[in-house]
């Protein structure tokens, strides 16, 4: 029975003019939503589901993990830029990433550690030298550890 200003305008809109129509109507708009929300639920769970699968490959590879966490890339690059006690400037090219592996340094704490060599910096003479640089960074916090030129 249409018993509210709502459902009087959902009828009209729907061209409906009896209780009867109007009540089945509405059954098949509720097992419509109940449907919906059904696929809607199972959906969640499939992404959920692939999302847990993704996160336990990316757990045996350090820059699959260090890559979809905190933008380990990033904060290395700046801490590594900081580190330096002079002048310090990237050699690597626009395609070239400025870290070239990527290792665990504790996989339960998911600490990565990022090596490079695609720098200089200046030596206490002024001259610029190549140098190997790392950085040490928790990957679930973006949390820098430890830098080291060499």
């Not at 509405?26 to 992404?47: C, F, H, M, P």
């Not at 933008?71 to 990237?90: H, T």
Request: one cysteine or more; hydrophobic letters at 35%; aromatic letters at 12%.
């Amino acid at each position: 029975m249409i018993v509210n200003i709502d459902q009087f305008s959902i009828a009209r809109q729907n061209n409906i003019s009896n209780v009867a129509d109007y009540t089945k109507f509405a059954e098949e708009q509720r097992i419509k939503a109940a449907e919906k929300a059904s696929q809607d639920t199972t959906l969640a769970a499939v992404k959920e589901r692939q999302a847990k699968e993704e996160e336990a490959k990316c757990l045996d590879d350090a820059h699959c993990y260090a890559s979809k966490h905190k933008a380990g890339d990033y904060i290395c690059k700046v801490a590594v830029e900081n580190s330096a006690q002079y002048q310090f400037k990237w050699t690597d090219g626009i395609t070239e990433p400025k870290f070239s592996s990527y290792n665990w340094y504790d996989k339960d704490k998911k600490l990565v550690t990022l090596y490079g060599h695609r720098a200089q910096a200046q030596n206490g003479f002024g001259a610029f030298k190549n140098i190997e640089y790392s950085c040490t960074f928790n990957a679930d916090t973006g949390e820098v550890l430890s830098t080291a030129l060499q």
